[in-house]
């Protein structure tokens, strides 16, 4: 295995497992442990990670490479199951809801409601060609570039998606704190706001490792937020914050 692809196997790791161990990686790879920390040191340089004692964890305030598919067209951690399983429980009869192409997005797939009918509008490819034929939802796909993640967040989406309105949108970020939500990319940034403001419900999903984080664009003011669904592992000490502002947070267990 090229190191390389070795690297991309440990991010893969780290996103699904939550942490890893040197000596965990050194068995998975047959590598001595001495070359896996030299591994995670230089992964920790290009701002994939973040060293521990004995191992890393994931590191979610920088602009990290885009996820791979296997990740975010996967089953989900159990954070993100949990969070989704959730979410799907403010979805009514007849409603529109907005759903994004986040990683958590994907794992609601499995558990959307069959028993009614609704609409979804997303502006991800593979959302929508997940959706294509499910009888009780009419989907629709904004338009514009579509980038390598599959998910369409340009210029052309964003007065696409000035034309909607939603019951409900499920709202993600690559960081929440009492400043808000926030992400890596700012036209990523304008697009959701874009979404955030035509919708009479904004329910945020946020795992634990994403509290406490400011990235660089800010998407939309917490105070704004209707309800956040996150974790067991999310710490009191980083919800109250936010609990302070007159926001409603659900544990999804």
């Known amino acids: 295995m090229f190191t390389e692809e070795r690297r991309g196997k440990i991010l893969e790791?780290?996103?699904?497992?939550?942490?890893?161990?040197?000596?965990?990686?050194?068995?998975?790879?047959?590598?001595?442990?001495?070359?896996?920390?030299?591994?995670?040191?230089?992964?920790?340089?290009?701002?994939?990670?973040?060293?521990t004692h004995g191992g890393a964890i994931p590191i979610s305030h920088v602009r990290a490479m885009p996820q791979p598919p296997s990740i975010r067209y996967g089953d989900g951690n159990q954070y993100q199951n949990a969070i989704a399983k959730e979410a799907i429980t403010y979805i009514q009869e007849g409603e529109t809801v907005f759903i994004g192409g986040a990683s958590t997005h994907y794992v609601m797939m499995k558990y959307l409601p069959r028993d009614i009918q609704y609409t979804v509008v997303t502006n991800s490819v593979e959302i929508a060609y997940h959706l294509r034929g499910i009888e009780n939802i009419q989907t629709y796909l904004i338009g514009g570039y579509v980038k390598n993640s599959g998910n369409i967040t340009d210029a052309i989406a964003k007065e696409f998606a000035r034309h909607f309105t939603f019951d409900v949108c499920f709202a993600t970020a690559g960081g929440l704190s009492e400043k808000g939500l926030s992400t890596a990319t700012p036209e990523v940034a304008l697009f959701?706001?874009?979404?955030?403001?035509?919708?009479?419900?904004?329910?945020?999903?946020?795992?634990?490792?994403?509290?406490?984080?400011?990235?660089?664009?800010?998407?939309?003011?917490?105070?704004?937020?209707?309800?956040?669904?996150t974790d067991e592992e999310t710490p009191q000490d980083k919800m109250d914050p936010i609990k302070s502002l007159g926001v409603d947070i659900i544990i999804a267990k």
């Open 192 to 229: 959701h706001r874009t979404i955030y403001d035509n919708s009479n419900k904004i329910v945020a999903l946020v795992e634990h490792s994403k509290f406490g984080t400011d990235m660089f664009s800010r998407m939309y003011p917490v105070e704004k937020l209707n309800i956040i669904i």
């Open 13 to 51: 790791l780290l996103e699904r497992e939550g942490r890893v161990l040197a000596k965990n990686l050194a068995e998975e790879f047959a590598l001595s442990i001495d070359s896996i920390r030299r591994d995670l040191s230089i992964m920790e340089e290009q701002g994939l990670l973040k060293r």
